[in-house]
């Protein structure tokens, strides 16, 4: 099956291009080039994306769960009603959040995403995000406090053995004894590390990155506020060029200030885009669950009784709309931070994030307001308006 796209704005990393067309072919993107250089081409079927934008699909690597369903409950259909739900704002890969919970459950949450088949008609999950349990107490956020623990290697070399090798990235605070040989073993592993739920010093941090970190888990929450005097683990994600930093782009979690300076300080390339997402995403206000404990949405604001915010509502479509309409972002930087730079972070930029010659053809069609009219997943539409 080949499918030419034409009529379309190309969203590069770089640029926005015009006048250019798209061939896929057997789920790859096989040519670009410009209009007049395509005439002669062979194909199967036409899309006229009808001056929209040609965007590549994003890509989300921290998200909990949505329609009502969280990867917690480890069911099949926890899974295929998520990524449908994902596959409808535009995220066409994503990894699944294990959070904080007993052994027990982590293990079976593991086995429900490492024994998944991908569906056609759903976002494809790429792996396994482990947020925790290897956290600070003090800064656990919505993480179950009563499942915090030290860190393990023998219950994450177990972790990966029953992953088959599904796990692709973990979250820990770097200053808890024992930090630094996880960290260690796993960039061995080829998982990537990241800083999250941590009261780690400016000195800490900085361990945990020359032994291995190279991510911040959504950068300001749950983790040591900045100080002129002890920088923490903010100040270190900030001027590390090895370290991308998540940023949830809700509106809520981040005054749009903070968002600004974390991409002055970083740029787009190691600015990542996630959702956070909790089950309550694409649901109406109520009450929710998230490990074990209760949360209350209102106004598309999810929290604890304590009023610790657990979670977002947010997808990865609103998040680059959040980023060019109230941040002025242009539009092929915003989604560079939801689909090349998360990409990079987990390692399979090779295959995905970017419309390329050879990536995978997970493509969406957006209009000016940033809304998802066609989704290409693997070379096949999937979803259209």
Do not use: W
Not at 270 to 293: H, P, T, Y
Not at 333 to 343: F, G, T
């Amino acid at each position: 099956m080949s499918i030419l796209l034409r009529n379309i704005k190309i969203i590069t990393p770089s640029e926005v291009l015009i006048g250019y067309e798209v061939l896929v072919k057997q789920g790859k993107i096989t040519k670009i080039d410009l209009q007049e250089n395509m005439q002669n081409i062979e194909f199967d079927e036409i899309i006229d994306g009808k001056g929209q934008y040609l965007s590549p699909g994003f890509i989300d690597i921290h998200n909990h769960g949505n329609s009502g369903y969280d990867f917690m409950d480890s069911t099949i259909e926890a899974i295929d009603s998520i990524g449908k739900y994902h596959l409808q704002n535009g995220v066409t890969s994503y990894l699944g959040t294990v959070l904080t919970q007993s052994y027990e459950n982590i293990v079976e949450a593991v086995k429900n995403i490492a024994n998944y088949e991908n569906k056609e008609n759903s976002s494809q999950i790429l792996g396994i995000h482990l947020e925790g349990p290897f956290f600070s107490h003090s800064k656990k956020g919505a993480q179950p406090d009563k499942f915090i623990r030290d860190p393990d290697i023998i219950f994450i070399k177990e972790l990966i053995k029953i992953s088959d090798n599904k796990l692709k990235m973990v979250s820990i605070a770097p200053e808890k004894d024992g930090a630094l040989e996880l960290i260690r073993y796993l960039k061995e592993k080829n998982v990537a590390v990241s800083m999250a739920h941590s009261n780690a010093t400016y000195e800490e941090a900085m361990n945990g990155i020359n032994n291995g970190v190279t991510i911040s888990t959504h950068l300001y929450n749950g983790m040591r506020s900045f100080n002129h005097r002890e920088p923490g683990i903010v100040g270190a994600s900030l001027t590390d060029d090895r370290v991308c930093c998540e940023l949830i782009c809700d509106r809520i979690h981040l005054h749009d200030a903070a968002i600004k300076l974390a991409l002055k300080a970083k740029g787009t390339d190691k600015a990542v885009l996630v959702s956070d997402a909790m089950r309550a995403a694409g649901l109406k206000d109520g009450e929710f669950e998230l490990g074990g404990q209760k949360v209350m949405v209102i106004n598309g604001e999810a929290r604890l009784s304590d009023g610790s915010l657990a979670g977002s509502t947010l997808n990865l479509n609103k998040a680059v709309y959040n980023m060019v309409k109230f941040l002025n972002v242009p539009i092929h930087e915003a989604v560079k931070m939801a689909s090349l730079s998360p990409a990079r972070a987990i390692g399979v930029h090779v295959n995905k994030g970017s419309i390329e010659v050879g990536k995978d053809a997970d493509m969406l069609l957006l209009d000016d307001n940033v809304n998802v009219s066609c989704v290409i997943k693997g070379g096949n539409v999937i979803f259209k308006k």
